[in-house]
């Protein structure tokens, strides 16, 4: 029997690398995708959001979410990579917009499509107790980070910038705070010297949508999942000075022929 997933996402490219992989899964029926309108906090608009980040992090990380998101969007009629819009409309699949997950319409908008889980990936926004209750089985989170270390907005950045020889994603529980709930699954991936951030994310993205689809089946039949281990910190979006020391070192957040190849897959 299929599980009736909804997605909850920031439409991306990396978004795009879970949903194709949910969809191409025999076991998983998406039946709705929620996706976040806000970038960051929900009272701001896009271009007070784009202000405060380019204050708090630069130009080079601002451009590089741009082509993580509004530029992929304009490239689609030469991308072989498609939206989370196009792909749902594609499979008659319905799409919720909000910039807020919690309130009235979206918990009108999950309730109706009657989900058997609640699948996060690339997303900007708390998800409420009321609104995790709402699937049969729950919520789940894909996290790209060895949890619990590098907890928060940007876990990749952060563990290149301190040199960690591992990365990994981890598939957990929701709860009442960002990434904190119980792992279901876990994997590591080494860091390569010659691969960006953006690189890293989509393959970690990938082996995470895999794992969560493999994590389906322990939710069904109500494992609690296991207890993250002490420690830990939540690490919020670069400085200027972090991104800064991230190139002096000779890291990218993005390539030319990464970003090309990808949307070409």
């Known amino acids: 029997m299929k599980t009736k997933v909804v997605l909850?996402?920031?439409s991306s490219l990396y978004s795009s690398t879970v949903l194709r992989t949910l969809l191409a899964a025999d076991e998983v029926e998406v039946v709705g995708v929620v996706n976040s309108t806000r970038l960051l906090k929900k009272q701001y608009g896009l271009l007070s959001s784009a202000r405060a980040m380019l204050r708090q992090s630069g130009w080079r990380y601002v451009a590089y979410h741009l082509w993580l998101t509004d530029m992929f969007a304009l490239l689609q009629p030469l991308s072989s990579r498609k939206t989370i819009q196009?792909?749902?409309?594609?499979a008659d699949i319905p799409v919720h917009h909000t910039a807020d997950v919690n309130d009235a319409e979206s918990i009108r908008f999950i309730r109706a499509i009657n989900?058997?889980?609640?699948?996060?990936?690339?997303?900007?926004?708390?998800?409420?107790r009321e609104v995790?209750?709402?699937?049969?089985?729950?919520?789940?989170n894909i996290h790209?980070?060895?949890?619990?270390?590098?907890r928060g907005a940007d876990p990749v950045f952060h563990a290149l910038?301190?040199?960690s020889p591992n990365?990994?994603?981890?598939?957990?529980?929701m709860d009442e705070s960002f990434d904190t709930g119980n792992i279901v699954r876990q994997g590591v991936m080494q860091v390569r010297a010659d691969a960006s951030v953006l690189s890293h994310y989509d393959a970690l993205f990938a082996q995470g949508a895999q794992l969560a689809i493999q994590a389906l089946r322990q939710v069904r039949m109500g494992w609690p999942g296991a207890l993250?281990?002490?420690?830990?910190?939540?690490?919020?979006?670069p400085d200027r000075q972090s991104v800064s020391t991230f190139h002096k070192r000779g890291r990218q957040l993005m390539t030319w022929k990464e970003y090309f190849e990808m949307i070409a897959k």
Do not use: M
Not at 86 to 90: H, I
Not at 167 to 173: A, C, L, P
Not at 228 to 237: K, R, S, V
């Open 86 to 90: 196009r792909l749902c409309k594609e």
């Open 144 to 150: 790209p980070s060895l949890l619990p270390d590098f």
């Open 8 to 10: 909850c996402t920031f």
């Open 115 to 128: 989900p058997d889980v609640l699948v996060s990936a690339y997303f900007n926004q708390l998800v409420h």
């Open 161 to 163: 910038l301190r040199e």
């Open 167 to 173: 990365i990994g994603v981890t598939v957990h529980y």
């Open 132 to 140: 995790r209750e709402l699937p049969r089985y729950g919520a789940i």
């Open 228 to 237: 993250q281990a002490e420690g830990g910190a939540y690490l919020g979006w």
